[in-house]
C-alpha cells in the first residue's frame, strides 16, 4: 500500500515492526523524499504513544491502520484454542488497531479518511461454514469496534472505512490465495480514493461492494 500510494503522488509516512532490510526499505531510494519509515508494533500501546507524540506536528488526508494474525496452529475452533493465543489474535486484529485510530485521529485532516484493513470472513452475515471461527471473530470485533467509534463520531465529515483486500498471497493469506499483492492492492486503493470526501462508515471490499456485516 505504501508503494502503490507512492506512486500516486502522495507523501507517506509507513510503518514497520522492527527495523530490516524490508521491501518498504527499499523504496527509499526511489521514493527518499516522499516516504518516511516509523517504527511501530501497535500491540505496545507505550510504542502507539510515542509515535503520537513523534508525529505531533503533522497532519494527514489519511490514516490507514493494517494489522493481522492467524492462529498459529492454523484453524483452531474456539474450543481448541489455548487462552494465550486467542488474546494473542484479538489483542493484534481488533484492540489494537482501534487504539491506533484513537490516539492518531486528531491528526487526520477534516474530510479525511480512516481506513482500517478488514477481511471479508469479519462478516457475521456470511459464515455459513464455521471455518477460521477464531480469525473471523476477531475482524468481527475490528468491524464492531469501528462502528462504535463511527458511533461516538457522529457528525464528524471524515470517510470511515473497513476494507476487504481479498484472499491475497501474503504471509497470511497463504499460497494458495487468489489475488497476488499486485492483483489486489491498486484495486483497493481504487476503492479508497473513490470514497474520499464521503462521510460514515463503510465495509466494503477492493472491487467496491458493500460487505453485508
Given amino acids: 500500500m505504501a508503494e502503490e500510494y507512492l506512486k500516486r503522488g502522495w507523501l507517506v509516512v509507513a510503518t514497520e515492526r522492527v527495523q530490516t532490510s524490508s521491501k518498504l526499505r527499499s523504496l527509499v531510494g526511489t521514493y527518499e523524499r516522499r516516504l518516511e519509515i516509523e517504527n511501530v508494533d501497535i500491540v505496545h500501546p507505550d510504542q502507539v504513544t510515542a509515535l503520537r507524540a513523534r508525529l505531533a506536528s503533522r497532519t494527514f488526508d489519511m490514516l490507514f491502520v493494517n494489522a493481522g494474525v492467524k492462529c498459529a496452529a492454523g484453524n483452531e475452533t474456539t474450543a481448541e484454542i489455548s487462552t494465550d493465543e486467542f488474546i494473542r489474535v484479538m489483542v493484534t486484529n481488533a484492540l489494537s488497531p482501534l487504539r491506533v485510530v484513537e490516539a492518531l485521529r486528531d491528526l487526520v485532516l477534516p474530510g479525511g479518511t480512516i481506513g482500517v484493513m478488514s477481511s471479508g470472513l469479519g462478516s457475521v452475515t456470511n459464515n455459513v461454514d464455521g471455518m477460521l471461527d477464531v480469525y473471523r471473530g476477531s475482524k468481527a470485533a475490528l468491524n464492531m ?69
Avoid at 152 to 165: K, S
Avoid at 168 to 186: H, Q
Wanted: charge should be positive; avoid cysteine.
Fill in 145 to 213: 469496534f469501528m462502528r462504535s467509534f463511527a458511533a461516538r463520531q457522529a457528525g464528524d465529515r471524515r470517510t470511515l472505512l473497513l476494507m476487504h483486500p481479498g484472499w491475497v498471497r501474503t504471509d497470511l493469506g497463504g499460497p494458495n490465495a487468489w489475488l497476488s499483492i499486485e492483483e489486489s492492492i491498486p484495486k483497493l486503493a481504487n476503492v479508497i480514493d473513490a470514497q474520499a470526501g464521503k462521510a460514515g462508515l463503510q465495509y466494503l471490499d477492493f472491487l467496491g461492494q458493500t460487505i453485508p456485516w
